[in-house]
């Protein structure tokens, strides 16, 4: 079993930036690979960006790329995820996800957090 809770949203500018952070509790984090997910208003559910075991490996969505950074303090149990530039299309909620397998990338997940709001305005 693996608890995850997310911090780090808010309302920000276009432009401006965000750092989330998941914290992570229970299996241990480093035998988990992560993502990041978000789901704005009416749409489905879409991936982001995805880490593995060492934090090496990411892979992202062509529409952050660039712009987001995954990264991941295995010391610390934490998941990252860095958003600069962001644009009013980037407004959702977004998700920790943790994968009982060593890469993940958009499916494959396992244990969910509660999500966050991060809101753009233009």
């Known amino acids: 079993q693996v608890h995850l809770v997310e911090s780090g949203g808010g309302l920000v500018q276009a432009g401006g930036s965000l750092r989330l952070s998941c914290a992570a509790s229970?299996?241990?984090?480093?035998?988990?690979?992560m993502g990041w997910f978000r789901q704005a208003p009416g749409k489905e559910r879409e991936f982001v960006a995805a880490?593995?075991?060492?934090?090496?490996?990411?892979d992202y969505a062509d529409s952050v790329k660039g712009r987001f950074t995954i990264s991941r303090d295995n010391a610390k149990d934490m998941l990252y995820l860095q958003m600069n530039n962001l644009k009013p299309e980037d407004t959702a909620r977004y998700y920790c996800?943790?994968?009982?397998?060593?890469?993940?990338?958009?499916?494959?997940?396992?244990?969910w957090g509660q999500g966050i709001q991060v809101s753009v305005s233009s």
């Open positions: 996800a943790a994968s009982t397998n060593p890469w993940a990338y958009n499916s494959g997940y396992d244990y």
């Open positions: 229970g299996r241990t984090f480093s035998r988990n690979a």
């Open positions: 880490i593995g075991l060492s934090g090496t490996t990411t």
